[in-house]
């Protein structure tokens, strides 16, 4: 198995709604991440799990919350949302995230979920 | 922030040329990978070449790095209308103490023209 799966793949929320994110993935990597892509723009990380520790948060609005429940998830809460965060958020995981300069950090990418915030 | 900037950033060529795309960054990195995404999907990646590498190959695809100059470049030989793509170089490197970080470049849209 090596595919990112993320759910839903289209979302439409209110601005007072709550909401998660879904991703998961059975390949045994201990790093994962979410991005956000605007249209036409290289995506933009957001946080770094490894180890399900949160390692990397990117200044990002509380209004987004992660969660790493195990190795194999990882969530993306939504609250509060503006229609500026209205994007495609990629989940992504890789083998490794450590020290180990050697560390395998090809990302495999699920297709992402389009939020649209009205 | 942008770590990487690519260039061009639109690249429209006939079936069976090559395609050339290149890459600068700003800090030590690593590793840099390429990957590509089709329109509105997720990213697939490529190929890796490690901060101590200077070539790779792999199928059609031919990546140099220039540690020196801070730049790396995406060859794809003999293009075929099934690579029209955008193409993302990432940059790999530390951050945070040991945490790792994957940095995209700003991309080249490729169109292979039949």
């Known amino acids: 198995d090596t595919e990112v799966t993320q759910t839903p793949k289209h979302l439409v929320m209110g601005m007072t709604n709550k909401k998660s994110l879904k991703c998961e993935q059975h390949m045994g990597h201990r790093a994962m991440y979410w991005y956000k892509q605007k249209a036409k723009k290289p995506p933009e990380l957001m946080f770094v799990?490894?180890?399900?520790?949160?390692?990397i948060n990117e200044s990002v609005p509380s209004r987004f919350s992660p969660e790493c429940p195990n190795s194999s998830l990882l969530n993306l809460h939504l609250h509060a949302l503006q229609p500026e965060d209205s994007a495609l958020y990629l989940c992504a995981s890789s083998l490794d995230g450590g020290s180990n300069q050697q560390a395998r950090t090809e990302a495999f990418f699920g297709q992402g979920t389009r939020l649209t915030v009205v | 922030s942008q770590q990487g900037e690519e260039d061009p950033q639109a690249l429209s060529i006939q079936e069976g040329e090559n395609a050339t795309m290149n890459c600068s960054y700003k800090t030590s990195i690593n590793n840099l990978q390429w990957y590509r995404q089709n329109s509105g999907r997720g990213l697939v990646h490529l190929i890796l070449?490690?901060?101590?590498?200077r070539e790779k190959h792999s199928g059609r695809l031919r990546v140099t790095l220039d540690t020196s100059k801070k730049s790396s470049s995406l060859l794809i030989t003999a293009s075929r209308a099934a690579d029209t793509a955008s193409y993302f170089c990432a940059t790999d490197r530390f951050s945070s103490g040991s945490a790792r970080q994957l940095t995209f470049g700003s991309g080249t849209q490729l169109t292979v023209l039949p």
């Open positions: 799990y490894s180890y399900e520790k949160l390692s």
């Open positions: 070449i490690r901060s101590n590498e």
